[in-house]
């Protein structure tokens, strides 16, 4: 499959503040993607998705933003909390819905 | 509503034994099935999919195999583990067409092979 990846592994933030994950795609022909949370030890939790045709989305809490021209996507979290501590990953479709690949994975630390 | 299952959570075994890992969905019909494989602090890596029975898709060359019995069960299996098998094994569904394509995983399976 084509190459997902993310340009932070870890990101620590301070409870409050708003955290921004990113993520870096090469397949150009990708159009869809989804944001997932994977807490430990457990199976990752659908976030928010994107199709291609859109360079935002919002949901509660989170925000979605999609670069297709420099094929670059993103995830903020408002109000970063402590139960938002996990790995997230990003995950790309291209035009078969019956797979995705999945980047390696951003940590992110929630500081009290 | 929809729920999946997989067991067991934790499996030890040694090299060379045989594997068998097991994951059905309730409350839909018809659903893709996936495993994944996911290393100690990185990506998942997609194993399998299936989008009807008997129906498997493989996606990397390796000493698993997957096979779909029945609509709701999907099972990953080995006939000798290797070391580098251990990992996190994850079950994941999703809807054939219409609605979303999000796909819901399991609670996974903590193997290590020794």
């Known amino acids: 499959g084509e190459s997902v990846g993310l340009h932070l592994p870890t990101l620590s933030v301070q409870e409050g503040d708003n955290s921004i994950i990113n993520c870096a795609y090469s397949n150009s022909a990708s159009d869809y993607f989804i944001w997932y949370k994977q807490e430990s030890g457990k199976g990752p939790q659908f976030i928010i998705d994107?199709?291609?045709?859109?360079d935002k989305r919002q949901g509660q809490r989170v925000t979605v933003l999609l670069n297709k021209t420099v094929k670059h996507l993103s995830l903020q979290i408002a109000a970063t909390q402590p139960g938002d501590s996990a790995v997230y990953f990003c995950a790309e479709n291209e035009d078969n819905f019956n797979k995705f690949y999945f980047g390696s994975g951003t940590k992110l630390n929630v500081k009290p | 509503s929809q729920t999946i299952h997989q067991w067991p959570a934790t499996l030890v075994q040694p090299v060379g034994s045989p594997l068998s890992l097991e994951c059905t969905v309730e409350g839909t019909s018809n659903p893709n099935l996936y495993w994944y494989r996911q290393a100690a602090g990185r990506g998942l890596q997609l194993l399998f999919y299936?989008?009807?029975?008997?129906?498997i898709s493989s996606e990397v060359p390796q000493n698993l195999s997957a096979s779909r019995p029945q609509d709701r069960q999907f099972i990953l299996s080995s006939k000798k583990l290797l070391l580098s098998d251990s990992g996190f094994y994850l079950c994941a569904w999703s809807f054939t067409s219409g609605r979303t394509y999000e796909q819901y995983f399991g609670p996974g399976t903590r193997l290590t092979v020794t």
């Open positions: 994107i199709r291609s045709n859109m």
């Open positions: 299936s989008v009807g029975i008997g129906q």
